[in-house]
């Protein structure tokens, strides 16, 4: 099958949960013998650069990026406003990218146009006018739940109704979409129902972000000293800021009260320089680290504070394939079919969450039970292999309809 695979951003190198998300997707159709081209957006934020992709994945992929600068613009963003365009959608649109699909189309033939995220669906016009393939949306998050939980969270009164006007308009535009594709490949079950919800025709299923469980390699040695807690995410998103200075707070006084030599370690790209300077006891703050999986396993357990999120966290899975046991809010964990307190643990208060900490940081065996049970978890449901024939069989019965 050619796959004609349209990316938000660069896929590789994969250093956030959309790149993985769409990198192991490509990997996982190469590696099942389907042909994939990857035409990305390459943005101020985050750019293509050929140098640090590797040849066999050039080759394979034929990887191409159109440069957009998609940096807000106060004044389209104003007229956005009054014309009821989306300016979290619109900005993603480029003549440049329209004109280098146009081509791209006219000269080759695909089999599935695969979006990857709400952010490239501008282009749906210009697919339907140059090709009768199906059109498949990957949607990686619900856009608007986010915006809406951030709008239900914001303290400030003048922001709030201003949030809230941007969530309902992205809302109607997430839903209108849902007609004009072939096809929903949902992040997690709950995404899909969501959508099937809203009373649409178009086929919606399931596809989970996935791994290849052999390279996550767990490491079994027991640390001495202190349990060390770890957060790793990308700190220049709104609900992952929240959910530390959350944790900061209101969770990590309460733990200290019971278990004053504990240690609580954050890393993330972007990471506010607020929160670098800010000095708490047992806390250690960093930005960006060079290898994620290494700054992961070298530490026992991961803590995911989140209130404001939707679709799936990619750093649950792969903390998750690395044998660490979880501790997170149920939000941070949608999109995850966990067993809470058997593969995970579900903190809905300040007072749950510290309460679980200092239980790991008590019981090695304990935190030994639950990684076991978390990197089974990943095995069985959240493998490469499997997702990929999924999804695979969705762009089928696409076909045939």
């Known amino acids: 099958m050619r796959i004609l695979q349209l990316c938000n951003k660069p896929p590789y190198p994969p250093i956030d949960g959309g790149s993985k998300a769409m990198h192991n997707l490509t990997r996982g159709l190469l590696a099942a013998g389907h042909t994939v081209k990857v035409l990305c957006i390459s943005t101020p934020k ?145 995404d899909a129902e969501h959508f099937l919800e809203h009373g649409t025709r178009t086929p919606v299923t399931t596809i989970p972000f996935a791994v290849e469980p052999g390279e996550y390699k767990t490491d079994t040695k027991h640390k001495e000293g202190p349990t060390i807690f770890f957060h790793l995410g990308s700190m220049d998103w709104l609900p992952n800021v929240e959910g530390i200075q959350w944790l900061l707070d209101e969770v990590w006084p309460k733990v200290l009260k019971k278990r004053p030599n504990a240690q609580l370690h954050l890393a993330g790209n972007k990471m506010p320089e607020e929160l670098l300077k800010r000095e708490m006891p047992g806390v250690q703050i960093r930005g960006r680290v060079k290898n994620a999986l290494n700054y992961m396993r070298s530490r026992h357990v991961m803590v995911v504070p989140l209130f404001s999120a939707g679709g799936m966290r990619v750093k649950i899975i792969e903390g998750m394939a690395l044998g660490k046991p979880v501790i997170s809010t149920p939000i941070g964990a949608e999109g995850i079919e966990y067993t809470a307190g058997l593969n995970i643990l579900i903190a809905h208060t300040a007072t749950e969450f510290a309460a679980h900490i200092v239980a790991l940081d008590e019981s090695t065996e304990y935190r030994d039970l639950l990684g076991i049970e978390a990197r089974k978890l990943v095995e069985a449901s959240y493998s490469d292999t499997r997702i990929v024939e999924d999804l695979v069989a969705f762009y089928e019965r696409l076909r045939k309809r």
């Open 46 to 190: 985050n750019s293509l650069d050929l140098e640090t992709i590797p040849k066999d994945y050039q080759e394979k992929t034929r990887i191409e990026g159109v440069y957009v600068d998609t940096s807000v613009n106060i004044v389209d963003a104003f007229t956005d406003l009054l014309t009821a365009d989306n300016y979290n959608i619109s900005r993603f649109f480029s003549p440049d990218v329209d004109i280098r699909l146009i081509r791209l189309l006219t000269e080759e033939k695909f089999d599935i146009i695969h979006l990857e995220s709400l952010f490239m669906t501008p282009y749906i016009p210009t697919i339907r006018r140059y090709t009768n393939s199906p059109i498949v949306l990957r949607s990686h998050n619900l856009e608007h739940v986010i915006q809406d939980r951030i709008a239900t969270g914001e303290k400030n009164i003048l922001k709030r109704p201003y949030r809230k006007f941007l969530a309902k308009q992205l809302h109607d535009y997430e839903m209108s979409i849902l007609d004009r594709v072939d096809g929903v490949a949902a992040i997690s079950p709950s």
